[in-house]
């Protein structure tokens, strides 16, 4: 491929084709935050527009991280009402630059990177948060991003045995079981009956359902046990402001979490100890004792996207995998 004259068109099945597993996806996001704790990633807050309907988003999504010598942005979209369409929820594109002249190297489908990252993203978060030997981990939204979120734990944690999935679509629940019960034959994964019966007992409870504005939040504090770990991928949705305020309270990046705080979210959640870079730096502390109750608050960040998207890139390259197009 010539720098300046042609770039990399990467389709979704292009990407998913060499893309990295999920233990490869957690030590690339565990170097990214690693950049990030000591200062050396760039990481400008998100863009947004809401075009239409204030729970639907365009992101822009910009991240530069030296250890991977990845630059580039991602433009997501995130659209609540287009499952009705049997559209997907999360879609969009990443530009991948060349970091020594910034000319586009690739353009490419960003979906399968961002289940793939967020669910990285949580088993890193779990690496460092988790109680050691957590046996029962809660899933509350089946959808795509669910089924990352439980091959991240289930990659990560490998003291898990069970897995209880509640989600409204049956279908939803009965796919997911099914399919990682396949993957992980040693574990039980199981459909709930309601949220709160996934929930209560779990060691590790990640929500993965739509962000909205104006939620009607359903964990309650009681469900959650001493020394479980809560992952929120979906802001603070489906969570009860008791609920947040546990032991300890993390966030993936500080600034962007302010910026979601003026926005009107997270109005009830007590203020972060630090975010994953902090804690990777050893500037805020992670479990201190088997009975803290955790949060980590992980946004989604760019600095996950980018390091993932430059792996693929260098992946596609060597296979001679996508379309080279003229610039
Ligand atoms: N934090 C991050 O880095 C990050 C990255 C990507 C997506 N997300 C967010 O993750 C969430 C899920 O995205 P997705 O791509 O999996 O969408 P999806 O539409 O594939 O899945 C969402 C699932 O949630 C279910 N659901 C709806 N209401 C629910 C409820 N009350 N309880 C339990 N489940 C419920 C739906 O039936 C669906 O199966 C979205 O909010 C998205 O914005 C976060």
């Known amino acids: 491929m010539q720098l300046g004259k042609e770039l990399l068109y990467l389709s979704y099945a292009d990407v998913a084709a060499v893309g990295p597993d999920m233990a490869e996806t957690i030590a690339i ?9 000591s200062g050396v990633t760039q990481l400008p807050a998100k863009t947004a527009l809401h075009p239409l309907d204030e729970d639907a988003f365009l992101h822009a999504m910009p991240a530069w991280v030296p250890s991977h010598q990845a630059a ?42 961002t289940a793939q990252r967020t669910g990285a993203v949580s088993g890193l978060a779990a690496r460092h948060l988790a109680l050691p030997g957590a046996e029962t981990a809660a899933l509350l939204g089946a959808g795509v991003q669910g089924r990352t979120q439980v091959r991240a734990l289930l990659t990560e944690v490998r003291t898990l045995r069970e ?60 469900w959650l046990k001493p020394g479980c770990l809560g992952l929120p991928v979906d802001f603070d949705a489906m969570w009860t402001g008791e609920a947040l305020n546990l032991d300890n309270y993390l966030v993936d990046d500080l600034a962007q979490y302010r910026y979601y705080e003026q926005q009107g979210f997270f109005a009830a959640a007590p203020e ?56």
């Open 29 to 37: 996001v565990e170097q990214a935050f690693r950049d990030k704790g």
């Open 163 to 222: 897995v209880h999935v509640f989600d409204p679509r049956q279908e939803a629940m009965d796919s997911l079981t099914q399919d990682l019960g396949q993957e992980f034959p040693s574990v039980h994964l199981a459909p709930a009956a309601f949220p709160e019966e996934a929930v209560r007992g779990a060691d590790i409870v990640v929500s993965a359902g739509p962000i909205l504005k104006h939620p009607r939040p359903t964990i309650a504090r009681e």
């Open 272 to 327: 972060p100890a630090g975010d994953l870079g902090d804690l990777l730096a050893g500037r805020c502390p992670g479990r201190t004792n088997p009975q803290e109750r955790i949060i980590s608050m992980n946004l989604g960040v760019a600095i996950a996207d980018m390091p993932t998207a430059r792996v693929v890139y260098d992946r596609a390259i060597a296979a001679g995998k996508g379309r080279i197009l003229p610039l």
């Open 72 to 113: 580039g942005v991602k433009w997501v979209s995130g659209y609540p009402g287009n499952a009705a369409q049997g559209l997907p929820y999360i879609a969009g594109l990443l530009i991948l630059n060349d970091p020594g002249t910034g000319l586009p190297i690739a353009v490419m489908d960003c979906a399968w990177i």
